[in-house]
């Protein structure tokens, strides 16, 4: 099954704005990453103030690779290399693994 990689941002109220926009700017790599499946950018409404980042991969070695590799240039946040100032003030990782999932009847 699946591996959930949570990325938790502490983010201050006035760098919320900032993040988004970063977010929307991002670079776009994930997608092509192998054993890449779903990414979601959780903006909080109730219960934390902390911004999720959700991402699910086919297994350890898929997340591992794109950690050691594609993720550091998804991280560069443009310029010159030297990333610009972040818009979260800590972070930290939560993993998990699928044990039961569902998606919605097609038929
Ligand atoms: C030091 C901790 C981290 C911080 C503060 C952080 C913050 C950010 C920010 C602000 C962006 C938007 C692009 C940019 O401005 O660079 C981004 C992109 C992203 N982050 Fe992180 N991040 C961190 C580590 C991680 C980790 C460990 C994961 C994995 C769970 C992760 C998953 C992602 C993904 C999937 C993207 C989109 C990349 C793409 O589009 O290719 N981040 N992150």
């Known amino acids: 099954m699946s591996v959930v990689k949570i990325n938790v941002l502490t983010v201050p109220a006035e760098q919320r704005e900032a993040?988004?926009?970063?977010?929307?700017?991002?670079?776009?790599l994930v997608e092509a990453a192998d054993g890449f499946e779903w990414f979601e950018l959780l903006r909080p409404v109730e219960g934390t103030d902390q911004y999720l980042v959700y991402t699910r991969w086919r297994d350890e070695d898929a997340f591992r690779a794109w950690m050691e590799g594609p993720m550091k240039a998804a991280h560069q946040g443009g310029g010159s290399g030297e990333r610009a100032r972040p818009a979260a003030t800590g972070s930290e990782v939560?993993?998990?693994?699928?044990?039961?999932?569902a998606a919605p009847k097609t038929d």
């Open 94 to 101: 939560w993993s998990f693994e699928v044990a039961q999932q």
């Open 19 to 28: 993040l988004e926009q970063r977010f929307g700017a991002r670079a776009g």
